[in-house]
């Protein structure tokens, strides 16, 4: 039997509902659930004494469930006729305190202040279709009404599914004038009362009438989805919109998972039940090609801290890669977030529990254990050094982070962009006295000093030798291109660096290559500071840093006329993460700022290139327009990673043999390497050349 109306308009209309209790006859209709599914929250809000109106009643067996229960002062109100009599009938023997009243809601016939509760199971959304004028004017009328019936400390009730104008109606209206607003998730068992199923979560309302006190906080707050949870407080109504939207959020994306596996990956956040900061975050991954058994259709993998920036946790081809090689048919990878403190893997698996099997896919058996897996058998180790405000980029984090193994990392992150490392260096043990005891004085001094030099107070000092970027990697080896008679180190060359970060790319060259000058251009004096405190970085005679704008500064350089540059580098990243190509920001690419890069760039120099471009229509456009600036373009992938790596000459006279600019690369690496200077053995120059293209 088709039950629902032909447009949602007829919702508040009586006639509707005059033929749809014909229709159902004397059969309870239980919208949002039955007394199971309600009953442990009403009757913490209602009790036996309570005198309390039930609005908008129909044929639920709501009100005589409580009745049975205790709850025996109950008036029920509906629109209409057929149903009023059918529960007068049903009634009228067997709870004789219970009356049932034909009455329009939004205009009663009660006192003012005549009841301890007014209960309202789907008569708000029904009567609110929409957000036309009209509407919101009878539904202005409705709450009006309900709050001259309830006495002072009187609540609404109001089970809902909090559609947007609803939700902001009933938050917005209750939230002004001294109400207590609280906010229920219903937790439905699905029984076979409610004939009526959403894909959206129930809510309850729970609006309490209190006496207005000039100064008196509002009160606003969203009842924890644990039992015994504390609930979490809200500043003002919009916040706590914005955390019932969350909800429906949830509750939408765990029903489309649990209908079927999914072709794209789906990403949740989940908040603290204390702190209200996001905790966790879920990424779902299914592997339709993982051949299914009795044992493998879920598993859980716990993200060690520190290392969700990875490609293998941070990217969405690593975590299906991760995903394919566990043999799992749905992997859930979890990561832990900075600022929040966790106890171990165990307590971490007791707090998750719940949560992840509502992330089960269909047909796991019910009985199955669910296998929690991780790398190294431990959280990890993060701890966060210095926490900061950026006026260009907003607010940032110094964490130092253990990595695979034993090795520890320093990293510069924005919480604008988390799961993208700004700058990273590797930290070595110190062999400083920093641990012994000294005054207070002297101790504040020191952590002064630390700071200063980019040690830590966990006794680390920056490793100035290591690249942890591979990209960086694979630009430094673009020095390898420079004309013959080659570049040895102690050659004079000047290098213009775009984009300083942490400082190790520019800090590398004036290192390593003893006759370089260095310039870098940094838009953010954020940056340059933590360079400074945090990164090892410094400026001499050999190294100087330009506080400009990189487009600025080039064009300036370019109108002096001068070709003053035998390397020029782009490492500067865009901070709009919605632009189909992430580094460099398309100003940078642009044809008259290319024309400028090639004026201060000599003869026989390179221009190096930082590409991060996903969008491939763009990526297209952006080659076409360096190719009309540089006809030779050496291309080089970094493997696990979108970036690639362009190095860009003059003239097509230049081209190079490929095993010549290994051989190149391979002599440089010889000089580089000096007595009593610390090189990285893993990072081997002519290696980068090896899939070297022309494009």
């Known amino acids: 039997m088709n039950l629902l109306p032909g447009s949602i308009k007829d919702f508040s209309a009586t006639e509707y509902w005059e033929q749809f209790f014909r229709r159902t006859g004397e059969r309870p209709f239980e919208w949002y659930g039955g007394y199971l599914d309600l009953c442990a929250l009403l009757h913490k809000y209602i009790t036996p004494k309570d005198k309390v109106l039930v609005i ?40 004789p305190q219970m009356t049932y009243q034909l009455m329009d809601a ?53 089970v809902s599914l909090a559609q947007d104008h609803v939700l902001k109606k009933l938050v917005t209206q209750f939230s002004q004038g001294g109400w207590i607003v609280r906010v229920h998730q219903v937790s439905t068992s699905r029984s076979v009362e409610s004939e009526s199923q959403f894909p959206l979560p129930v809510f309850v309302f729970v609006m309490t009438k209190m006496r207005v006190v000039p100064g008196f906080p509002q009160v606003l707050e969203m009842m924890a989805e644990e039992e015994g949870g504390k609930p979490l407080r809200f500043g003002n109504p919009d916040e706590l919109m914005d955390a019932v939207k969350e909800r429906q959020r949830y509750a939408i994306i765990r029903n489309h998972l649990n209908q079927s596996l999914t072709a794209q990956e789906v990403s949740i956040d989940f908040a603290g039940i204390i702190s209200g900061r996001t905790r966790y975050t879920f990424h779902v991954v299914d592997s339709s090609a993982v051949r299914l058994s009795h044992v493998n259709h879920f598993a859980v993998f716990i993200t060690p801290q520190g290392r969700e920036t990875e490609w293998l946790f941070g990217t969405e081809a690593g975590r ?33 529990s719940g949560k992840v099997l509502e992330l089960a896919p269909t047909g796991m058996p019910d009985n199955q254990k669910i296998p929690y897996l991780s790398v190294g058998g431990d959280l990890g180790a993060r701890t966060v050094q210095y926490r900061g405000q950026s006026d260009l980029s ?61 040690e830590s107070q966990t006794s680390h000092v920056i490793d100035k030798s290591f690249l942890c970027c591979k990209h960086h990697k694979v630009m430094i080896s673009g020095l390898a291109l420079l004309r013959n008679p080659g570049v040895l180190p102690d050659k004079r060359i000047s290098v213009l660096v775009v984009g300083l970060g942490g400082g190790s790319l520019s800090l590398f060259i004036h290192d390593y290559f003893l006759g370089s000058y260095v310039e870098a251009i940094e838009i953010d004096p954020s940056v340059l500071d933590v360079a400074n405190r945090w990164f090892g970085f410094s400026q001499d005679d050999r190294m100087k ?28 990243d865009s901070k709009d993460t919605s632009l189909g190509m992430s580094c460099p920001p398309p100003a940078f690419v642009e044809k008259k700022l290319l024309q400028n890069v090639h004026k201060i760039l000599k003869d026989d120099g390179v221009f190096i290139l930082n590409l991060v471009c996903r969008d491939s229509v763009l990526k297209e456009k952006v080659m076409s327009v360096i190719h009309e600036v540089f006809p030779l373009i050496y291309a080089q992938k970094i493997e696990d990673e979108v970036n690639e790596i362009l190095f860009c000459c003059h003239t097509s006279e230049l081209k190079v043999n490929p095993t010549d600019i290994m051989q190149s690369a391979a002599n440089l690496e010889k000089k580089l390497k000096r007595p009593g200077v610390p090189w990285d053995e893993t990072y081997v120059l002519s290696d980068v050349f090896k899939s070297l293209q022309v494009v």
């Open 56 to 95: 908008g009643c129909g044929n639920s067996e709501l009100s005589e469930r409580l009745y049975d229960a205790g709850c025996q002062n109950l008036t029920n109100i509906d629109v209409s006729e057929v149903v009023i009599r059918q529960m007068n009938e049903r009634n009228a023997d067997r709870r």
């Open 545 to 572: 840093v330009h506080l400009a704008d990189g487009l600025l500064h080039i064009n300036g350089l370019a109108g002096k006329g001068e070709a003053a540059y035998d390397v020029v580098m782009f490492d500067v």
């Open 106 to 158: 939004t205009q009663t016939s009660f006192p003012e202040s005549h009841f301890q509760a007014v209960l309202d199971k789907g008569t708000l959304d029904a009567i609110l279709t929409d957000a036309e004028e009209k509407t919101l004017e009878t539904v202005t009328k409705l709450l009006t009404e309900v709050g001259r019936v309830l006495q002072c400390g009187g609540r609404y009730l109001c």
């Open 394 to 454: 907003g607010e940032y984090v110094v964490e130092d982070v253990r990595g695979d193994g034993t090795s520890y990392f320093r990293r510069l992150i924005f919480l604008s962009n988390q799961n993208v490392v700004q700058s990273e260096v590797r930290l070595l043990p110190s062999t400083t006295q920093s641990g012994q005891k000294k005054k207070k004085k002297d101790k504040k001094k020191q952590q002064q000093r630390q700071e200063d030099k980019g």
């Open 320 to 352: 299906r890669q991760l995903a394919k090689s566990v043999g799992f048919r749905r992997l859930l990878i979890v990561a832990l977030h900075r600022d929040e403190q966790y106890e171990s893997m165990e307590a971490i698996q007791s707090e998750l």
